[in-house]
């Protein structure tokens, strides 16, 4: 039977404890799995010091070096991938076969990047004779990196993945709540070799811990996965020290369904996909807009759909989704839904608590909300889905563009002219076509507008881990 992780800090290649600790609880029955260390300023210096001196190191390093480093945690997170589950499952309350497709996407993020390192090009820029003009792609040094409770493994893998491959190293701030996965990303990369230093793990009280990385002149990029309020202080703090930013920021994210496709078919779909990870996703279909010829069994089909969903504690097998990660989660989804009632909205299921131990809210449907419910405006972040009735594309592009997030997007529908009309007009970073994923390792993932800026995954995802350098080159004197 796998156990939960003895949870250190890892600096400068070792783990330690520290006197301070704060609990990580399971959600599925509010237990205690263990106590976390919590870094003082000591450690943060200590971590900063490391990481100037593993770049050193790592950023002469060979790519294909690098690369090799890197697929070898990979395979370990790949053998290790029920213990990693386990602990993801524990404490984010993910129904187990759902935390086992996590750490997989987590080593998928790493092998990409481990063959990017190889491809990390600069160009030679045509010139008259006797002066040659190119320029180069280097790391651009010591990354201060945060990154969010939702996804424990895949989304710190992100972040060291595209910082390593540059040949970074990365001072990585994990979710308090949910620190297993990062423990494990570390444990990996220590048994594969990684030199002391290029790899720093601290937790703590986010705020203090982002307030004295920002401005440390050995800081050189902050990348960070989480709120838009959050995301814009940090920009802000780290502007005022003249700072490059790395944003993945909040959604709402918009679906469009068309009346060329099965209604019943696309209910399903969208009410399973829905539920994911209890609806704490940035990218969760949320605000479904559906043509009115199809409006009613498309209704019909996902509220069935997600009213049977098998609500339980996520190391159980037969669980399709486990409880939302903490209290404050369940008097957001509670607010909402009763907000939504009062301002005459339908709520065919769901909208309450299960039960009064652990954190478990029922799969929820709200229809015919009106725009200017709370739910309209803010990210529920849980496992409620609005779905709202339109005359024609024109009026759900509109809506779907109505919020200032713009982070994922979806269509279902199988008409070219409307798929060229979405591309054209929906404003979001990642937009999808007849599947609710937004993103894979191989393509470029972020937001526009309120969303953030910057993209993780592709081959563009390593750019913004570099700097550019231009060399002119004159033959002689």
């Not at 959600?27 to 976390?36: I, K, Q």
């Not at 993945?248 to 399973?272: N, R, Y």
């Not at 097998?317 to 939302?324: A, L, Q, R």
């Not at 607010?335 to 299921?349: F, I, M, Y």
């Amino acid at each position: 039977m796998p156990t939960y992780p003895d949870l250190k800090l890892y600096i400068g290649g070792k783990w330690r404890s520290t006197p301070e600790t704060m609990p990580v609880l399971n959600p599925a029955d509010e237990s205690v799995l263990g106590l976390l260390p919590i870094a003082r300023q000591s450690d943060l210096d200590d971590a900063l010091q490391a990481a100037a001196e593993g770049l050193k190191v790592w950023s002469c390093t060979a790519p294909r070096k690098r690369a090799e480093i890197m697929m070898r945690a990979s395979s370990l997170l790949r053998e290790r991938n029920e213990d990693v589950a386990f602990a993801i499952s524990s404490e984010l309350g993910k129904p187990i076969r759902q935390a086992r497709l996590e750490v997989i996407r987590g080593c998928e993020f790493f092998e990409w990047d481990a063959g990017e390192a190889q491809r990390l090009y600069g160009r030679v820029i045509p010139s008259e004779p006797g002066i040659r003009y190119m320029t180069v792609r280097q790391p651009i040094g010591v990354v201060a990196a945060f990154s969010p409770w939702n996804f424990p493994m895949s989304q710190p893998a992100r972040k060291v993945a595209g910082a390593l491959a540059a040949g970074c190293s990365i001072i990585l701030k994990a979710a308090e709540e949910t620190p297993g996965g990062a423990i494990h990303i570390a444990r990996a990369f220590h048994d594969a070799g990684l030199p002391p230093g290029v790899l720093n793990l601290v937790f703590g009280i986010p705020s203090v811990i982002s307030d004295y990385l920002i401005p440390q002149d050995q800081t050189r990029l902050i990348a960070f996965t989480g709120s838009t309020a959050v995301g814009r202080h940090l920009t802000s703090l780290a502007g005022r020290h003249g700072k490059p930013v790395l944003m993945e920021l909040g959604g709402h994210a918009p679906v469009i369904v068309c009346d060329d496709v099965d209604p019943h078919q696309a209910g399903i779909l969208s009410a399973t996909r829905k539920v994911r990870n209890s609806g704490q996703v940035c990218t969760s279909p949320t605000r479904f807009f559906v043509h009115e010829r199809v409006f009613d069994r498309f209704v019909d089909a996902f509220t069935r759909q997600a009213a049977a969903t098998v609500v339980g504690n996520g190391i159980e097998e037969k669980t399709e989704m486990g409880p939302v990660a903490n209290a404050r989660r369940l008097e957001a989804l509670t607010a909402l839904s009763e907000d939504a009632l009062a301002k005459g909205a339908r709520v065919l299921t769901g909208g309450q608590r299960i039960g009064d131990k652990g954190y478990f809210f029922a799969p929820t449907v709200l229809a015919n909300v009106p725009d200017h419910a709370r739910v309209m405006q803010e990210e529920p972040f849980g496992p409620m889905a609005i779905i709202n009735r339109v005359a024609s594309l024109d009026d759900a592009i509109a809506k779907a563009n109505a919020l200032p997030f713009g982070l994922a997007a979806y269509g279902l529908t199988h008409s070219a002219a409307n798929v060229d009309k979405m591309i054209n007009l929906v404003e979001a970073g990642n937009l999808s076509i007849n599947t609710l994923e937004a993103s894979v390792a191989e393509t470029p993932f972020g937001g526009v507008k309120a969303s953030g800026f910057g993209r993780e995954g592709g081959e563009e995802g390593l750019l913004h881990y570099t700097v550019v350098k231009t060399v002119s080159h004159k033959m002689e004197l």
